[in-house]
């Protein structure tokens, strides 16, 4: 069986190669020679479901930021049979004109020496060659996307191990809403990444069922245990979870009123739909959705459903309480 190559090494390899090319890439160009997608190649996977994982992997990457363009044909530009996809290297340039004070350098300077050519994985680089010896030029230096430090979850690297182990996890989950937490055992099948939270996708011992949990509300240490499962149950865990966190996204949504030009316009914008009074944002999680539009303040105004908008005043009484109780004690 050839090797799982998880979701965000997939990830990094698709944006190094989309980068490594000025013309760009055709979709069957991208899954025979990048890693992630060659590997389920080999292994039979039906070029459909390679196809739609492309789509998936391309839409997550331009709700990062990250502008994937596509080129279709000139004479017809809504063909996309044989479309070409890339990332222009000139979305990343800064302005000619912008100056740095040797102060705001150094910052620079110490922020790239967290990242280096040899952050980029093996098969990311064997992919840029692949893409060179079909007679598509890259541009150089290709620099590295994986950073050498990490800002995720304590609990993803337990889990990780323990996925590519097929081993039994047991941790504390706090569900919103409960005083304390409960223990959960389950058998982790993925880590998936779905607007900007990483997830664990298993199967819970206890319930005999398949389960998510948010890795951030794991309290404590995941432990890793001696018992072990079929790791075949692991294949097709991420697009499973992945399209399940979808379908919840798809049945719940909030309609919401933001102050044009402000944070928030920018980063609901980028997530939601137009709709007659202000947009319409899917969402999978209220408590989760609940904490980051308290954050925007006067920005956006909730005004459906109900549930969502009590929870936001909620938290938004709860930060002016304790404001107050803090000017109190100076």
């Given amino acids: 069986m050839a090797a799982r190559i998880p979701a965000e090494e997939r990830l990094t390899n698709l ?15 991208i899954l025979d020679n990048v890693s992630g997608y060659r590997q389920r190649a080999d292994a039979g996977a039906r070029s459909d479901a390679l196809e739609k994982m492309f ?3 391309k839409d997550e990457l331009r709700t990062l930021g990250i502008p994937v363009e596509t080129i ?18 000139a979305e990343y340039d800064l302005p000619a004109d912008i100056e740095f004070t040797p102060a705001e350098l150094a910052v620079l300077r110490l922020a790239g020496s967290v990242w280096s050519a040899e952050s980029v994985s093996g098969d990311a680089q064997a992919g840029v060659r692949k893409i060179r010896a079909l007679g598509i030029d890259g541009d150089e230096p290709i620099i590295g996307f994986a950073p050498r430090i990490t800002a995720r979850d304590a609990a993803f690297g337990p889990l990780q191990e323990a996925i590519e182990k097929s081993r039994v996890v047991v941790f504390d989950y706090l569900k919103p809403g ?31 069922a398949d389960r998510m949990f948010l890795l951030g509300r794991i309290v404590g240490d995941v432990r890793i245990t001696t018992r072990t499962f079929d790791p075949e149950l692991r294949e097709g865990a991420g697009e499973r979870a992945l399209a399940g966190l979808e379908r919840v996204a798809t049945e719940n949504s909030a309609l919401l009123e933001v102050t044009p030009g402000t ?23 209220m408590h989760i959705l609940a904490d980051e539009l308290a954050s925007y303040g006067p920005e956006v105004r909730v005004v459906e459903p109900d549930s969502l908008r009590d929870a936001v005043i909620s938290r938004l009484r709860a930060v002016v309480a304790a404001n107050a109780e803090r000017e109190e004690t100076r």
Wanted: overall charge negative; charged content about 30%.
């Fill in 178 to 208: 409960e005083d304390a937490p409960r223990q959960r055992t389950i058998q982790p099948l993925a880590l998936v990444d779905y607007e900007a939270r990483w997830h664990v996708f298993g199967i819970d011992v206890d319930a005999d």
């Fill in 15 to 29: 944006v190094v190669a989309l980068m490594a090319t000025e013309i760009g890439l055709t979709k069957q160009q």
């Fill in 72 to 89: 279709g044909d000139a004479a017809d530009p809504n063909d996309l049979r044989e479309a070409r996809y890339r990332i222009p290297q």
């Fill in 55 to 57: 789509e998936r992997d």
């Fill in 263 to 285: 944070e928030a316009a920018l980063r609901l914008g980028r997530r939601a739909t137009p709709a007659t009074q202000g947009i319409r944002l899917p969402f999978v999680d």
